[in-house]
């Protein structure tokens, strides 16, 4: 898969399933340039969040082949979590609510009419990422004492010093990882191949 920074859900259409175009990417398999042609598309949901509400949208993906190595790649906006339905800012939206506007789980499941066991998931899933968080800040220079800081205090750092989710952006480039990425996570070797476009 290819991650492109420069795509969200909502302009993939047009720039990247509709648009016939000579692809720059480079391929995570080979590294090669410019050889890639268009192979298939399939649908995939994903969740995004509108004001309060949750919002499931299908999508159509380009999957490209690299006529140099021949494996095919899937296009990927950055707002989508791989292998994952909901948008990274629906994830950060409840995690939000709930470590900064202190929210509790029951009044964010009303609020958004999810269930509680999804948001527990949210946050399990966050805190799961916590160490790769410090090492992230740290090696951006936001966290410059040694003590180890509270989820809360993380969180509280990303919202503050990255604006819309640019966070994974910079998690992806530091960590060659897609930020909240489970699946593969800690399997080695890893049996897909990764690619960040527009880093
Ligand atoms: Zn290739």
Request: proline letters at 4%; hydrophobic letters at 40%.
């Amino acid at each position: 898969m290819i991650i492109d920074s420069n795509i969200n859900c909502k302009n993939y259409e047009t720039e990247i399933l509709n648009n016939y175009q000579i692809y720059s990417y480079e391929c995570p398999k080979c590294q090669s340039k410019h050889y890639w042609v268009r192979h298939a598309t399939y649908g995939r949901n994903v969740v995004l969040v509108e004001n309060y509400v949750f919002v499931e949208m299908k999508m159509e993906i380009l999957r490209l082949k690299c006529n140099s190595c021949k494996s095919t790649h899937a296009i990927l906006p950055s707002a989508i979590i791989p292998y994952c339905i909901y948008s990274l800012a629906c994830i950060f939206k409840i995690i939000t609510e709930h470590y900064l506007k202190k929210n509790s789980v029951i009044c964010i499941a009303k609020k958004y009419k999810i269930s509680f066991q999804l948001i527990y998931h949210f946050l399990k899933l966050f805190s799961s990422f916590i160490n790769e968080c410090i090492s992230t800040l740290r090696i951006l220079e936001i966290i410059k004492c040694a003590s180890i800081p509270t989820l809360k205090e993380i969180l509280k750092l990303i919202v503050g010093n990255f604006e819309n989710n640019s966070f994974a952006k910079e998690y992806a480039k530091i960590n060659n990882w897609p930020f909240l990425m489970k699946k593969f996570q800690n399997i080695y070797p890893i049996p897909i191949y990764i690619g960040f476009a527009n880093l």
